[in-house]
């Protein structure tokens, strides 16, 4: 499986953002992608996930700005980031989690710079 993230940018605080995820390879045991990011100097951590279903599941620090959405017959993941803040500053990952069905993998970083 490989992952391919695109959409990153600068952006004024309140402005938005709008992040892509295309996978490719064996997709059929993929369940849960998800988006993390990485601030300098701080651990990577997770932003948003949705599984196959749809199920959603986000970090208590985006709830409410950014939505995660999955296309399965595209094997696309998007992150639509609203309200930016500053501190969502941060190098981006779109992620497969390992699973007992799959491996982990992982995207290139996506720069989300929000300028104050």
């Known amino acids: 499986v490989q992952l391919q993230a695109s959409g990153g940018g600068l952006v004024q605080a309140g402005g938005s953002l709008r992040l892509s995820c295309a996978a490719s390879?064996?997709?059929?045991?993929?369940?849960?992608m998800g988006w993390y990011r990485q601030a300098p100097g701080k651990q990577r951590e997770l932003v948003a996930a949705v599984t196959r279903a749809g199920t959603t599941n986000y970090a208590d620090s985006v709830k409410g700005r950014f939505t995660i959405s999955r296309d399965n017959a595209k094997n696309t993941v998007i992150l639509q980031m609203n309200s930016l803040k500053p501190e969502d500053t941060a190098v981006y990952y779109c992620?497969?989690?390992?699973?007992?069905?799959?491996?982990?993998?992982w995207g290139q970083g996506t720069q989300v710079t929000v300028s104050s």
């Open positions: 390879g064996n997709m059929r045991s993929i369940n849960v």
């Open positions: 992620k497969v989690p390992r699973s007992s069905w799959n491996d982990e993998y």
